[in-house]
């Protein structure tokens, strides 16, 4: 999970640029970002960046130390030189410094129920990913129905819709989709299937990491971690 | 103006904010006391997912989780504001509910905590307080400026319910010579006309979370 294993990719975005539909008042600035719920919510606002720099697994930047000195972790979005940690703080913030197109709905139970939505992917699904993927030899049974439990949950809120948010990519499904890259290391290290129909946005495909190379991450962090395969 | 109820037990940190949040705003609501070890269908349809309180309904529609509620509340009721209005600071202010949330935890297993794992749970509820100490609320009057916010509401709900638990799993955490803008700020807070008629008695409290600890540590 990008945010939790200490990876790095740093984005430069220079002037905004127009978007398709309207002009994005706002000062200019340099933001500077990593990661992808960011990167995606940027994406859905028309925001261009630059390509982005990586550094070493675990040599953290001393801008990173300096901009969030109280998780040392990514993401991290800086704004004017002004830093901004956490996903869904960082999401929040898009949203309303950049609010075209709006991606938390515009009525206040909705708004609340994307905001429930969001905690608990982030405080669930999150932890339950992980479980899968750090445990030594077999994963647990407990851990593989934690984590489908949870699926569905997640699936009983999508419903029959296209979706967190309704009719238009949303919030949730910003928080949410980053996740799916993990769906197949998830699968492969618990050893069941995810059906995973996510991919097809132009924005998370262009910027969610391939869950292949995703796999490959998780074994060579198993290996960092001292966890046998 | 639609009807708003509140879905809460007595004495639970969670729930206080949501009142807190409901009186500094000025809107009416009727509270409805949950039995916890016997929830009624009512929450349980209100609150599948998590099955926990408290839950605002307005206009019979069900709003969960502590700190979602307060955003609901700021923003259907936008007197009194509770948070900045430009949006940096707004998020700074989200970060600080999301630290409350993520490592105020850290309080209430300690309060769950046998005394083997006491002093795990104590270091992590210290560590917390060091860096809402030091990076949180640094000299300000409240965590959102010159006048209350939600981020205290978050924090308040965690350091009154700590004063009480310190004393009943005997550690002594929360010390004035270490956290001199804490404690400062919680004496503040305390005295707003508003938390200071809505706290929970302070020796009711001790004696109900004394009667809570020994049932848990005897199930334990």
Known sequence: MPINLDTQGLITISQLKETRT???NL??????LLDCWAKIALAEKGVEYEPELRTCLGAKSDLLLKSNPIYKKVPVLLHDGKPLCESTVIVNYIDETWPSPPLLPSCASERAKARFWADFIDKKVIDAVCNIWKSKGKVPGTAKNEFIEILKQLVGALGEKDFFGGDSFGFVDVIAIPLTCWFYAVEKFGGFKVENECMQRETVARILPDPEKVCEFVIMLRNMFGIEQ | MAEVKLHGALLSPFVYRVIWALKLKGVPYEFVLEDLSNKSALLLKHNPVHKKIPVLVHGGKPVCESMVILEYIEETWP????MPNNPYDRALARFWIKFAEDKGVAVWKMFRSTREEL????????????TVEEHGLGEKKFFNGDNIGLVDLAFGSIVYWLQVIEDIVGAKLFESHKFPHLHAWIETFKQVPVIEENLPNQDELLVALKLRREQLMASA
């Open chain 1, 22 to 24: 309207k002009k994005v």
């Open chain 1, 27 to 32: 000062s200019k600035g340099e933001v500077v």
């Open chain 2, 79 to 82: 007197l009194n504001p509770l």
């Open chain 2, 119 to 130: 002093q795990n749970t104590m270091k992590e509820a210290l560590e917390m307080l060091q």
